[in-house]
């Protein structure tokens, strides 16, 4: 696996991507940045934490790498690693050393999937000391002003055996997500979407249905992205039912019981 | 010959008056995933089960036919009370099977909205039927629909006596037309029961009875009594109420077989009710039944101690005990006598535990043994790259295994679950549950669990009655497969006596250290203290316990408590040392994080 493909390192865009705030999320965010601290993000599946991270990263005018951690992600892929080619070997930096060298905003996203050693090169970032040691070229970088680093997990969703250290979490400010207001989803599917707004609000209606079956009889709760896909397949001219069968329910059960039952709460609120 | 006739009579009269749809009929059972879903996403409570309720005598009038059949006194109504959500247990009144399979789900959507359950019946369903139509306009397109199919069932206006009619045309109006009916005008009878809706609440009387239920044993008895005082009273007045129908008594001997069938009905159902309060009374005699019997028992077994009595014992199975006072380790202090669990049948694992069994069995799953890549290894399959690359790069030499090899991972366990099945147990933890039965829940999950992982695991229980009799039940040996057996003895354990831990743990020392692998887990599930019904109490069990583990610890075993006693972290940490115990907070906890728990152990 090369470097470059883990990483999406994102130059400052011309637009920044729409975001609905919840509530002071964007205040806190700044502050922490103006005050170099790490940021932690934790909330269920879809509920806009990269979405949220990227617009911060545009609205501050801050490069974005965003790392998507699974479990067989080593420190080595976050700091880099040497390379042959025809002359020899090189080094090549990691989307977080690139991050430190150049100043930007470094995203771990669910970070708990990674190896346990990437966390330990993350306590001296996260610290006030902010330096990277690489080991390999016996670098030490110090991080600039610029440098934010910034880790999500999803605390519904976690591995039997994995969770955040708490020596981890406690060098970090923690935003914790929920999913928005009823009204201010309907917003958010209506614009991401291009959806009529009452049909986005019956959207948001069956989401918070299907959220109050959560933990009872799906594992997980639906987020605003499996809502906002079922809204683009009715923009696009899909039946309501067929698009929330394919966008939601499928995606939420591999059980056809289950799938049947919820598709009785969708003919609740799409059924003619 | 007159009883066929009457049969056939009955049969007949019977398919006339009955106004159903038998070739539509949608049974509970067949929808009552999809209406508890629904029910629960449309707010409803999580913790409601859905059942089939009882049908509701509704006291209209009804159609000649119908008294002629005897038929149609009750309907299948819904209602929610605080257990459960009582839907008809089989719906065939419209005559599309879409209409009452819709029915149902109405219901349970009317039960989960149900925003003004103060408010008297008309204007309490009026009002849940705007909110449910309001919020979800899938069910307001199916409610449209249904409320035609209601109308269309209802008695005909032009039948009716001029008070009736104005009542009906009310609840026509207001099934059309929900929240545009303030009151229901007055009439000699009550409306003819509206299905689409939930059941009137019941009288004054009856609800407070039903206040008055869970109050103390004894008072609930009584009430009980009362209960079925008050239910003869009912039955006793209904002959006055078939008057009518009596008079075809001496005229026509099909009537008579109607009248001694309906007597016979009415016996039933009284039977039914009183089987019920026997029930009910049963479950109450049982359960001070048994509490006398744990007094009776810790009585004449404390009269029984023999103080001081520590004479060895002869036999076979016999084990040391450790005396704190005199620092030393009788021998043959306890006689273990195994006790097989004999008449349990085998049995598949309770159904409420299916869920928790899929989820575990999910995050077990990973538990289970794969073949894992080793980097940097000096001999392999393959190359491994990245040290050859920081062996060029720095020109060091300092790598020296440049090969990758695939390996299987072993798990190389064996867990031996001790669980205490002492009388302590019977106490309840609330959620209308005992100790013994978070125990038993606990014990199958463990056990689907770790059926998973491939782990060998043996699972015990304990009891005891005094030195001589240290009661050891095999629940699942190491050697037995985890099936419909080993289920059966795990459904069938019960608490009995005390809790002698000690010669428990050595001989379950015996038993864990005779398998062979690399790590041994002894686990134990407790409610308390050990103590037994002699001096082995207080200090005396606690030191002694805590030397059969030190012992245990020696012969390379790692000993774990996981206990529901909530003060044992006074005596705990002695035991088995600070960081080798747990408590349960909440012991409905313990089936769903034992296994997490021996996951967390284990890695």
Request: hydrophobic share 40%; charged share 25%; proline share 6%.
């Amino acid at each position: 696996m090369t470097v470059t493909s883990i990483a999406r390192a994102l130059r400052v865009p011309k637009l920044i991507p729409p975001y609905t705030a919840t509530g002071d999320e964007i205040a806190v965010f700044e502050l922490a940045h103006r005050n170099r601290l790490p940021v932690l993000i934790k909330g269920p599946t879809g509920c806009g934490k990269t979405r949220f991270v990227e617009h911060m990263a545009a609205r501050l005018g801050l490069p974005l790498y965003t790392v998507s951690c699974h479990d067989d992600l080593s420190a080595a892929d976050l700091v880099g690693r040497h390379l042959i080619d025809a002359s020899g070997t090189y080094w090549t930096d990691g989307p977080l050393t690139q991050a430190v060298r150049h100043g930007g905003i470094c995203y771990l996203d669910e970070v708990v999937e990674a190896r346990k050693d990437t966390t330990v090169v993350l306590h001296a970032l996260s610290d006030d000391r902010r330096i990277l040691p690489i080991d390999r070229t016996g670098e030490i970088l110090e991080a600039p002003p610029e440098f934010m680093l910034v880790v999500s997990y999803n605390p519904g969703y976690q591995h039997l055996l994995k969770g955040l250290k708490p020596s981890t979490r406690q060098r970090f400010v923690s935003l914790a997500f929920g999913f928005p207001e009823a009204a201010s989803e309907a917003e958010i599917v209506a614009t991401e979407s291009g959806i009529d707004p009452a049909t986005a609000k019956r959207l948001v209606t069956l989401a918070n249905a299907l959220r109050s079956t959560a933990d009872h009889d799906l594992e997980e709760a639906p987020g605003t992205r499996l809502i906002v896909d079922a809204a683009k397949l009715i923009a696009g001219g899909c039946d309501p039912q067929v698009a929330c069968r394919a966008a939601i329910v499928e995606c939420l059960s591999d059980e056809p019981e289950i799938s049947r039952a919820l598709m009785v709460v969708v003919a609740a609120i799409f059924g003619h | 010959m007159e009883e066929q006739v009457g049969i056939a009579w009955h049969r007949l009269v019977n398919r006339l008056a009955a106004r159903r749809h038998p070739a539509a009929a949608i049974e509970l059972a067949s929808v009552s995933r999809d209406a508890a879903l629904l029910y629960r996403a449309l707010g409803g409570d999580h913790g409601v089960a859905l059942q089939a309720g009882a049908q509701t005598r509704h006291g209209a009038r009804r159609s000649w036919l119908e008294r002629l059949a005897g038929s149609e006194r009750k309907a299948d109504l819904a209602w929610m009370d605080g257990q459960a959500l009582r839907l008809p247990p089989v719906i065939d009144v419209y005559p599309e099977a879409g209409l009452n399979r819709d029915l149902y789900f109405w219901l349970a959507a009317l039960c989960a909205v149900d925003p003004r359950p103060d408010l008297p019946w008309l204007t309490r369903n009026q009002a849940a039927a705007l909110a449910v139509t309001a919020a979800f306009p899938g069910l307001a397109a199916g409610y449209r629909r249904l409320a035609a199919a209601e109308i269309a069932r209802r008695p005909q206006l032009s039948k009716l006596p001029p008070d009736e009619a104005r009542q009906e045309q009310a609840i026509r109006a207001a099934l059309t037309d929900p929240g545009s009916v303030a009151a229901l005008p007055a009439a000699r009878l009550p409306p003819h029961p509206v299905l689409l809706w939930l059941r009137p609440e019941q009288s004054a009387a009856a609800r407070a009875h039903a206040a008055a239920a869970p109050e103390a044993a004894a008072q609930a008895a009584s009430a009980l009594q009362s209960d079925k005082k008050r239910r003869i009273a009912e039955h006793a007045e209904m002959p006055e109420r078939k008057g009518g129908l009596m008079l075809f008594r001496p005229e026509s001997i099909f009537s008579w077989t109607e009248y001694a069938k309906i007597e016979h009905e009415t016996q039933e159902n009284e039977d039914q009710d009183l089987a019920r309060a026997a029930d009910d009374l049963d479950v109450i005699a049982i359960a001070q039944d048994k509490k006398s019997v744990a007094k009776k028992l810790r009585m004449s077994l404390d009269l029984a101690e023999a103080q001081g009595d520590s004479s060895p014992l002869d036999g076979d199975g016999m084990l040391p005990e450790w005396d704190y006072r005199t620092q030393l380790l009788k021998p043959d202090q306890c006689r273990i006598n195994a006790v097989p669990l004999g008449d349990a049948l085998p049995c598949a694992l309770p159904l409420h535990l299916a869920r928790d069994r899929q989820r575990l069995r999910r995050q077990f799953a990973a538990l289970q043994p794969l073949r894992q890549r080793l980097k940097a290894q000096p001999e392999g399959s393959e190359i491994d790259i990245d040290p050859y690359i920081r062996h060029v790069a720095q020109r060091s030499g300092a790598e020296s295994g440049f090969y990758t090899d695939q390996r299987q991972r072993e798990r190389d366990l064996a867990c031996l679950l001790l669980a205490d099945l002492s009388l302590s147990t019977e106490a309840w933890v609330g959620e209308g549950r005992r100790v013994i039965d978070v125990i038993r829940d606990s014990l199958f999950l463990f056990s689907e669990a770790l059926s998973v992982t491939r782990d060998r695991f043996a699972l015990y229980g304990f009891s005891s009655r005094q030195r001589s009799d240290v009661r050891f039940h095999t629940l699942k040996a190491f050697d037995e497969p985890y099936g419909d057996v080993a289920r059966g003895r795990i459904n069938g354990i019960g608490p009995a006596y005390y809790t002698r831990m000690g010669a428990a743990i050595r001989h379950a020392t015996e038993i864990l250290g005779r398998q062979k692998a690399r790590e041994r887990l002894l686990l134990l599930l407790t409610d308390g203290k050990p103590n037994d019904a002699d001096h082995y109490e207080g200090r005396y069990g606690i030191e002694d316990t805590r030397k059969a583990l030190i012992a245990a610890r020696q012969r390379g075993l790692r000993p774990f408590c996981v206990t529901v006693d909530q003060e044992a972290h006074e005596y705990l940490p002695h035991i088995f040392g600070k960081s080798s115990f747990i408590i349960i907070r909440k012991p409905s906890e313990l089936p769903a994080r034992l296994p997490l728990l021996y996951a967390l152990l284990t890695r």
